[in-house]
């Protein structure tokens, strides 16, 4: 068996490294309060370029996309490559929308999406609902981003014989994230993220001209990758689309794209910039990270090239493919080398987890805590519950790798994609238009999950033997039409969410039935740095004196 303890050694070093800087970034950028939620969950909204380039970058090219996307490409092929075209798609679509929820969010003060769509619509209960719908969305995706250091763990043998033995290291890994982010809230993955970013850089450079040189070259690389799939039984698979999968190819880029910029983390990124010019830059500057991620993906053809033959799974006779990138690394580079690599997956999993554990905490505190329980919280109060909520969530996430099978949290996580999708008529297209009725969002999102549910309970998969939830593809024939093709369930389940929601909306419309008040004014969605804002308790007050609504 392979000695790993030069790999284990540099992974620690480079971890107690960025868990330093973690603890130190407190006092960076001299904060005024740190008992304030804009400074604690928003980092005071004063990020710059660089920062804010490092911090979206390292939010939404998690760790788990380190490990998952070549796993996918590994394992089915071109399909696996949905994530490159998604990942270009999102930036003019966030362009148009975020700069907009930025500048209102600045006026306002507000800190998560579900305090936009509470002023906007008036409705405690849309609000209500966009906040759980985020947390639940959020929570396995921080779960998923333990699979990623697990896998790497698991590569470098650092496991145990009974549960807790064998999950310690990762125990101790995201006690030390709750600590730092406890004390340093999102300025600690900020800082991180600079670190995390220029490894994940270095090692996918190297990789991508070292393994082709060392295996034969690019051509060997896909004639590899092309005769496994053709032994494979299964018909969708293949380093080119086939007639029944572009359908889900297209869909699910698409959805993805939709998903991505209405998560709770995505978002707490964009609204700690400084000013609208920095959004713009780094929408303009972010693909650079979908062309890494091109990059990443092809490590799947390589792994197969290889040989790789992935790790043992948690269940009897099943493999782990997430396995598959830290073992081609293993076979491939030097020890010193595999550690560093092994680190950029590690460290890529605490910028985001950090960061997604604070926009989940930010929603329980402004849309539940102060909404329900303390309307005259104090922002002082406010930060300390936010600080605890992120502890508990990241407890939740570690409970779900310790006591779960981890493919089950990917099957949550195929979830909260499709669930996050039912935010967007009230998020994304009430930045624009005040047109739909606050009592038919509320109908359309309850349509749109009951869909996304249903479909999903649907899907099944016959390799695994799983019946239901066992992916996001759903049969075009469950609908009754003659064709093996699939489609993304949450595109479905979102066009049902915006049909109800737009036939209702005239209904009511006709029936005269009452709206609310739009607490936002034109102008509140161009605002800028510098640009006045509501003077702070001016939201609180009106919420008082507002009449009962949906």
């Known amino acids: 068996m392979r000695d ?18 973690g603890f ?16 604690w969950g928003l980092g005071g909204r004063n990020f710059g370029g660089w920062i804010t380039w ?28 949905f994530a490159v075209p998604y990942t270009i798609v999102i930036y003019p679509l966030v362009f148009l929308v975020l700069c907009r929820l930025w500048s209102v969010s600045h006026r306002h003060g507000y800190v998560t999406p579900a305090d936009f769509v509470r002023n906007r619509f008036d409705s405690p209960i849309l609000a209500l609902l966009v906040a759980i719908t985020g947390i639940l969305a959020t929570m396995p995706y921080i779960a998923l981003q333990l699979v990623g250091i697990e896998a790497v763990l698991k590569t470098m043998g650092v496991t145990g014989e009974s549960t807790i033995a064998r999950h310690l290291p990762i125990i101790i890994a995201f006690a030390i994230l709750a600590a730092y982010t ?5 300025r600690a993955p900020a800082l991180i993220a600079f670190v995390k970013d220029s490894l994940i850089y270095i090692v996918i450079l190297v990789a991508v001209i070292y393994l082709p040189y060392k295996l034969g070259g690019w051509g060997d690389i896909f004639n590899a990758a092309d005769a496994k799939f053709k032994a494979s039984p299964a018909p969708g698979d293949g380093i080119l689309l086939n007639a029944n999968n572009q359908l889900q190819y297209i869909t699910l880029a698409f959805g993805s794209a ?44 390589m792994a197969i090239a290889a040989g790789v033959k992935p790790l043992p799974g948690a269940t009897q006779g099943s493999v782990d493919g997430n396995t598959v990138v830290p073992l081609l690394f293993d076979q491939q580079f030097p020890d010193w080398f595999a550690g560093v690599a092994y680190a950029a997956i590690g460290i ?21 805590y102060r909404e329900y329980l303390k309307r005259d919280a104090t922002p002082a109060q406010e930060a300390n519950v936010s600080k605890i909520t992120s502890l508990v969530v990241k407890v939740g996430a570690v409970a779900c790798i310790v006591f779960l099978d981890p493919q089950f949290s990917i099957d949550l996580q195929l979830i909260g994609g499709v669930i996050i999708l039912q935010t967007l008529p009230a998020v994304a297209l009430g930045l624009y238009t005040r047109w739909f009725h606050r009592t038919a969002l509320i109908a359309g999102w309850a349509a749109g999950m009951a869909m996304g549910m249903w479909m999903l309970y649907q899907v099944a998969n016959p390799t695994t033997g799983k019946k239901h939830f066992a992916g996001s593809a759903f049969p075009l024939s469950e609908f009754g039409f003659d064709t ?30 009452a709206d609310g008040v739009d ?32």
Do not use: C
Request: hydrophobic letters at 55%.
């Open 4 to 21: 790993h303890l030069t790999e284990i050694i540099v992974f620690t070093f480079l971890f107690l490294l960025v868990s330093a800087m």
């Open 24 to 39: 130190v970034a407190a006092r960076w950028r001299a904060p005024r309060d740190m008992a304030h939620l804009d400074e």
């Open 54 to 81: 490092f911090l979206v970058g390292g939010d939404l090219y998690t760790a788990y996309t380190f490990v998952a996307v070549p796993a996918l490409v590994f394992g089915a092929g071109a399909m696996g490559f």
């Open 182 to 186: 406890y004390q340093s809230g999102l």
């Open 258 to 301: 939709l998903a991505l910029f209405l998560y709770p983390h995505s978002i707490t990124g964009v609204l700690a910039s400084r000013n609208r010019d920095v959004i713009k830059r780094n929408m303009s500057a972010l693909p650079a990270y979908s062309l890494l991620l091109g990059l990443i993906a092809l490590l799947g053809y």
């Open 348 to 368: 890529g999993a605490l910028v985001p987890a950090a960061i997604m554990s604070i926009a989940a905490a930010n929603l329980f505190t402004r849309n539940i």
């Open 484 to 513: 093996k093709k699939t489609i993304y369930v949450g595109i479905v389940a979102v066009l049902v969410n915006l049909a109800v929601a737009a036939l209702l909306t005239l209904v009511l419309r006709a029936a005269k039935v």
């Open 519 to 550: 607490h936002t004014t034109p102008d509140d969605y161009f605002a800028d740095e510098g640009d006045p804002r509501v003077v702070p308790g001016a939201e609180r007050d009106a919420d008082s004196a507002r009449e009962p609504v949906a």
